[in-house]
């Protein structure tokens, strides 16, 4: 089984900052992409930021020049550097793995389980 555990929510000021974290767990060969999600209620799911296993990285329009996502293969941990929140990036976050699992080298995509995010005016 694999596991991906976010930390780093919470509630912070419009302006201010945030890290998140998500670390990767168990039968583990190696990760391909790694992402972050966004889902506001009664919205879909859309992609924030990706990265590949590689260092590239794409963005969402609306996060371009806010947003850093990293990764660090050697611990399977992928972050997302959030600096000049807004109100409208309020949401739960979710990460996002593909993983090549070490019982049947299978490309797998796996979530957390989400953290929220909350942007005060």
């Known amino acids: 089984q694999v596991q991906l555990v976010e930390s780093g929510g919470g509630l912070v000021q419009a302006g201010g900052s945030l890290r998140l974290s998500c670390v990767a767990s168990?039968?583990?060969?190696?990760?391909?992409?790694m992402g972050w999600y966004r889902q506001a209620p009664g919205k879909q799911r859309e992609l924030v930021a990706a990265?590949?296993?590689?260092?590239?990285?794409n963005y969402a329009d609306s996060v371009k020049g806010r947003f850093t996502i990293s990764r660090d293969n050697a611990k399977n941990t992928v972050y997302l550097q959030m600096n000049s929140l807004k109100p409208e990036d309020t949401c739960v976050y979710y990460c996002?793995?593909?993983?090549?699992?070490?019982?049947?080298?299978?490309?797998?995509?796996?979530w957390g389980q989400g953290t929220q995010v909350t942007v005060s005016s």
């Open positions: 996002a793995a593909e993983v090549i699992t070490g019982w049947d080298m299978g490309e797998y995509d796996y």
């Open positions: 168990g039968s583990i060969f190696s990760i391909n992409a």
């Open positions: 990265i590949t296993s590689g260092g590239s990285t």
